[in-house]
């Protein structure tokens, strides 16, 4: 199975501020990964798949970037309404897995 | 726009099987997607359990592929998960979910609480 660790666990930071993420696999995925906010109490969403590629209708502040094993989601800006735990996932074989999360917070 | 809708018991005795169905509207199961289980135990991160295609072919997470079983229904547009010899650990929400090819898993379904309790 491939492992995506993904860092960091948490990280407070202010509104304004640009925020990295980063997840890592265990073996060459090419560009299958996806980056996902899940809002408290609410089912995960997605925000850019194959790598870099933004979903329809989310903000352009949010972008991605890697391929290989090294990955980075980036929040241009953040906002408030982007406290939530980012998941990366890789998609490029099964099993599927997910990277551990990551909490961001104002 | 497809939509996803998760429906079950929400309460499960160890030892019992957990069974799941999904609802898929606005869109035809048989189109080109898999269409996936995935669980999160409270206060935990996302595991993939396993995923499907229209014809049947099936893919498991190795981890639970000794008691999981993904199965379609095309008629009535929906698939669904049943989990044998369940313990307290899987305890979860449990989402359904479409997968695209290259494109990320997408649509969720709203998430369904299953507590494994006696």
């Known amino acids: 199975d491939i492992q995506v660790t993904q860092s960091p666990s948490s990280l407070s930071a202010s509104v304004g501020d640009r925020v990295t993420i980063t997840c890592r696999a265990s073996?060459?995925?090419?560009?299958?990964l996806s980056w996902y906010h899940q809002k408290q109490g609410q089912a995960p969403t997605l925000l850019i798949y194959?790598?870099?590629t933004l979903q329809s209708g989310v903000p352009s502040r949010f972008s991605g970037s890697g391929s290989g094993t090294d990955f980075t989601l980036t929040i241009s800006s953040l906002q408030p309404e982007d406290v939530a735990t980012y998941y990366c996932?890789?998609?490029?074989?099964?099993?599927?897995?997910f990277g551990g999360g990551t909490k961001v917070e104002i | 726009q497809v939509q996803l809708q998760e429906s079950g018991p929400g309460l499960v005795k160890p030892s019992g099987t957990l069974s799941l169905t999904c609802v898929v509207s606005?869109?035809?199961?048989?189109?080109?997607?898999?269409w996936s289980w995935v669980r999160q135990p409270p206060g935990k991160g996302l595991e993939w359990i396993g995923e499907i295609y229209h014809s049947g072919n099936t893919h498991y997470n190795p981890s639970l592929k000794s008691r999981v079983t993904i199965s379609v229904d095309k008629s009535k547009n929906q698939f669904s998960v049943k989990l044998t010899s369940v313990t307290a650990a899987d305890t979860a929400v449990y989402y359904c979910a479409r997968v695209g090819a290259t494109t990320g898993i997408d649509p969720w379904g709203q998430g369904t609480l299953v507590t494994v309790s006696s």
């Open positions: 194959s790598a870099s």
């Open positions: 996932l890789q998609d490029y074989t099964t099993p599927l897995t």
């Open positions: 073996q060459v995925i090419a560009d299958g």
């Open positions: 606005g869109g035809s199961i048989s189109a080109s997607n898999w």
